[in-house]
């Protein structure tokens, strides 16, 4: 790899000034870095996350509540997970807004940092807000003659979610086993596993 496109490729990745043996430890490296990355994304389930489907949601287990309360609630029928948490004025917004709540919470909940009792982000609110009047507009003509417009739904409909919002709302709640994250090698050494 003398060639100019060789040696701007290594300058590109610095390379360029290192000994050809720390060149391969760079490399060693970079590949042990690369393999950790792809575990981290498989045993996290991360490309479960791009699907719309309410279990993806219980991959962490303080949804449990949130699933079980819309799993037996009247939104069961018509609307999903993602109809009511995420904006719906287009795919780039819907992604974005995805990506970003995502990240917010695998860091609390990798960090355990999630509070006991469950509360919407700043962010979530107005979202929230507006897939409310967009699915229900047709029912709140009365509520917009008598000029109550500065409360959020949920001020009034609280039970959306069951009248528990905590970890510990619904403790025996029986949930979809999720997939295996591919660790049953790690479970037979352990001695969990016959």
């Known amino acids: 790899m003398n060639t100019a496109f060789g040696r701007t490729i290594r300058s590109w990745l610095l390379l360029e000034p290192l000994h050809p043996g720390w060149r391969l430890a760079v490399f060693f490296m970079g590949g042990i870095l690369a393999g950790l990355g792809v575990l981290v994304v498989h045993i996290s389930r991360a490309a ?43 795919p780039v917004a819907k992604l974005a807004f995805k990506g970003m709540d995502g990240a917010r919470h695998s860091y609390v909940f990798t960090f355990r940092l999630e ?52 970890l510990s709302g ?3 709640t029986r949930r979809p086993a999720l997939p295996s994250a591919g660790l049953d090698w790690l479970k037979k050494q352990q001695g969990e596993m016959p």
Do not use: F
């Open 170 to 172: 619904t403790p025996d």
């Open 48 to 90: 479960s996350y791009l699907r719309d489907e309410p279990e993806v949601c219980i991959n962490c287990h303080v949804m449990n509540n949130a699933y079980a309360t819309w799993r037996h609630g009247s939104h069961r029928e018509v609307a999903k997970c993602v109809d009511c948490h995420l904006p719906h004025q287009n």
């Open 115 to 166: 509070p006991q009792v469950l509360h919407l982000s700043k962010g979530a609110v107005p979202v929230i807000q507006e897939n409310c009047l967009r699915c229900h507009h047709d029912q709140l003509q009365m509520v917009r003659l008598a000029g109550v417009t500065e409360r959020k739904c949920w001020d009034c409909h609280e039970n959306v979610h069951g009248s528990v919002i905590s």
